[in-house]
């Protein structure tokens, strides 16, 4: 699906944020990218749909080279790849509905854009994301009006209207409190395995990340440290990615994890509904 | 004990004094009385002329006494000027507004490409390097006297006024909105028309209307070297030393301002 050989990244400054990073994502599932600030885990999300220019390596979403498209052709692979983002990135001045559809401007043209006007399918496929994050009667509430968890639903659900066959998501929850934050990564996990759509997650929040990712890479300074499943996460890999720290505390946290997504999820849907009203 | 008496004791107390923005007082005296010297010498330069201060005074009221009360008789001019006037706003401001989108947006740094950029910047700051009197006077040399020559030179004011605002307007636009969208594979037509547009309408449409507002004001000035309207006509009657009527067009135009200023107040309360 998504293999990357040996990625390089040097920005102008002459900072290396990238060295020589190589992996393969095969199946539909959630890697979560754990490292510390400034180890090029947003560098690394954003080289993928070239909103940040790699300086070398290659990148195949299955058998497109990425780094070798000229703009249109990047416009249509970028149409596959669903982002989301930290601050979420909505259209401040848009409506949810109109947010939601903004997924769909790669399909669209010129005129339907200025004048708002989507296909049909477009519009149920919207309102069928919406109920299923728990935004029901929404759409036409502006994106200013919303408190975070919830912008992150829509930016969640803008992302999925792509249809897309790879989620870049950069930090879906640092801004938000600990129970939105496990809110929003229960929705983005169990969408992603819903629809077969495999995640890259870049995540700060160790804990979070190893109770919701099926696989974790590790980055450090650049560089691929650790690549395993979360499971293995365990002192000695946290020390080798972050340096010397005591980790009981997190690996505790993680050992007494008792909602991890798919214990019991026949009743996801109906937690995620009562998460949303209360 | 000992760390009172130590705090205390003169000779071991830390020195502290304000920090000064000059910290060597010979420069910063020596600054300060080049400044006072340099005021003094310009004053005595100047050749300000106390008795010719003082024969204007009554030259001063001899003129307000000839502008009352003021004459409106001539009512027909006085409509024809002011009309101009509006319409010379009216056409410069709505002409302005569309030529500032385009040159708005490629003044924008975060969405056009440097050389774009820096053409379009060159290109604002010249339009605002010279005033608009200055500007009318080579239209009026150009294309003679008349309206034409005015609204010429409201459009390019207003041109460089609205995509300046706008141009600015757009650099602060938050960078993460303009990365979703492109991140979705939507064209630059489509970001401006789904992701910019959106952002800086509200602010767009104010600043024009405040322009429209200026451009009545401004308009009534230009005419004063010849470019059309009511100030064509106020220039006119000084020359002409009709006095009472020099009043009522000045009358006219403080009740147009008025008018444009109060619509313009109320057009923006709208917006918000």
Known sequence: MLKISSLSKVYPTGTTALKNVSFTVEEPKVVTIIGPSGAGKSTLIRCINRLVEPTSGTIMLDDVGILALNRRDLRKVRRRMGMIFQEYNLVERLTVMENLLSGRLGYVGFWRTYRRVFPPKDVAAAFALLERVGLSGYQSTRADALSGGERQRVGISRALMQQPDLLLVDEPTASLDPKTSRQIMRILVELAHERGTPALVNMHDVGLAQSFADRVIGLRGGEIVFDGPADRVTANVLTEIYGEEDWSTTIRQVENETDKPGKGSSDGKDSLVRESLA | ?272
Not at chain 2, 59 to 70: D, F, H, K, Q
Not at chain 2, 97 to 121: D, E, F, H, Q, T
Not at chain 2, 129 to 147: D, L, M, N, R, S
Request: proline fraction near 5%.
């Open chain 2, 1 to 272: 004990m000992m760390t009172a008496s130590s705090l205390t004791d003169r000779g071991d107390a830390p020195q502290w004094h304000r920090i000064r923005t000059i910290e060597n007082r010979w420069a910063r005296h020596g600054l300060t009385a080049l400044a006072v010297v340099y005021l003094a010498w310009s004053l005595a330069t100047l050749d300000i002329n106390w008795t010719r201060l003082g024969d204007g005074l009554p030259r001063a009221a001899n003129m307000v006494l000839r502008m009352l009360p003021p004459d409106f008789s001539r009512w027909g001019l006085l409509f024809k000027g002011t009309l101009e006037s509006v319409q010379m706003a009216l056409a410069a401001s709505f002409v302005g507004m569309i030529l500032a989108v385009p040159v708005g947006i490629c003044g924008a740094s975060n969405l056009v490409p440097k050389p774009v950029y820096l053409a379009a910047r060159a290109f604002l700051i010249l339009s605002r390097t010279f005033h608009e009197i200055i500007v009318a006077i080579f239209f009026v040399k150009i294309f003679g006297f008349g309206p034409l020559a005015g609204v010429l030179t409201l459009i390019v004011a207003s041109t460089s006024f609205i995509s300046k605002m706008l141009a600015e307007d757009i650099e602060n636009m938050p960078p993460g909105q303009l990365e979703a969208i492109r991140a979705t594979g939507a064209s630059f037509p489509q970001l401006l028309i789904y992701c910019v547009s959106p952002q800086a309408l509200p602010r767009y449409l104010g600043v024009s209307i405040y322009r429209l507002d200026a451009n009545i004001r401004h308009s009534t000035v230009v005419g004063i070297v010849g470019a059309g309207g009511i100030g064509q006509v106020l220039a006119a009657s000084f020359s002409r030393y009709d006095y009472d009527f020099s009043l009522a067009i000045l009358l006219t135009i403080v009740s147009l301002v008025f008018v444009g200023e109060f619509f313009s107040n109320w057009v923006r309360n709208q917006l918000r």
